[in-house]
């Protein structure tokens, strides 16, 4: 059964990890996906990830768009307002991470995380929401961590991020629940991913391993997966909720 026949989807930062698993499950389920990148090293990856989606029967586009930046992320809602005719699902994915002890930490690191990370939120969100209140309906994801619920050394600034972002979503899931819009955020563990590259690392993987009750990293389908469900009807009376895909990981 295809659970997203005839919708339109967003999604941040897909031209690869788990945003471009996002992508092709909305798709797999009949959406239609428009979706960014943010550098030209990526502009291939986007063209690929753009025909695969078409290849599935549903309209998809990639558009060059810094998520952290609200001028372009004004632009690219529009053009997809203008090119798809409505957006039913927004997902919040880009993001990116710079470890460094808070001793080390430099102010231009902090900025950056928070800008691509939290503020690209706010940036989307604030220009989704007009058209689906209009639509009386719409599903925001926005992709948080576990870091950002209990927190890691070396990750503060991604953490601050991360931790930020849930509580916009419960915001933005109380200020809009009475207009039919839903916002819940996801909280992947450890997955699979270029971000993750040190994780196949000998040793460090070994004892982030002994934390994961089901012994093993997370792929980019299992978010995926739950995304989709968020996405769907299949959670129509879920918003305001994070939902950890981590494997049970306690750290
Ligand atoms: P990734 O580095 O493979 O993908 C991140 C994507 O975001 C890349 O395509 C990148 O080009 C894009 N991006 C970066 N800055 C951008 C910007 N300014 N505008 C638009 N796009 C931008 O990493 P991933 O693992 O696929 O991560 C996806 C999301 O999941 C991120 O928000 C990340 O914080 C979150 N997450 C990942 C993990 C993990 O273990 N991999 C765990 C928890 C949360």
């Known amino acids: 059964m295809k659970l997203l026949a005839g919708k339109v989807s967003i ?8 945003g471009a698993a996002i992508a092709l499950k909305l798709a797999e389920h009949g959406s239609d996906v428009a ?19 078409q290849q599935l029967g549903v309209k998809a586009k990639a558009y060059k768009s810094n998520a952290g930046i609200f001028e372009e992320c004004e632009t690219f809602v529009n053009d997809v307002l203008k090119e798809f005719g409505k957006i ?6 880009a993001g990116i991470s710079k470890d460094n002890l808070l001793l080390r930490l430099t102010p231009e690191q902090w900025d950056e995380v928070m800008d691509i990370n939290l503020k690209s939120i706010f940036n989307m969100t604030k220009q989704v929401i007009r058209p689906m209140m209009k639509a009386k309906r719409g599903s925001i994801i926005n992709m948080s ?26 915001s933005v899931a109380l200020e809009l ?12 563990g450890f997955v699979e991913t270029d ?27 299992e978010i995926a997966d739950t995304t989709l469900f968020l996405a769907s009807d299949m959670s129509s009376y879920v918003t305001g909720q994070v939902l950890s895909v981590c494997g049970g990981l306690n750290i």
């Open 88 to 93: 039913d699902v927004c997902v919040n994915n």
């Open 145 to 170: 961590s576990i870091v950002g619920v209990r927190g890691n050394a070396g990750q503060s600034s991604y953490a601050a991020s991360k931790a930020g972002i849930i509580g916009f979503s419960k």
């Open 11 to 18: 999604v941040t930062g897909a031209a690869r990890g788990i």
């Open 35 to 53: 979706f960014t990148y943010v550098s030209e090293s990526s502009a291939e990856k986007a063209t690929a990830l753009e025909a695969q989606l």
């Open 195 to 221: 971000m993750t590259h040190y994780l196949k690392d000998g040793d460090g993987a070994t004892e982030f391993l002994k934390k994961i009750p089901l012994g093993r990293f997370g792929k980019a389908e």
């Open 177 to 188: 629940g009475s207009r039919n819009i839903r916002c819940n955020a996801i909280a992947p």
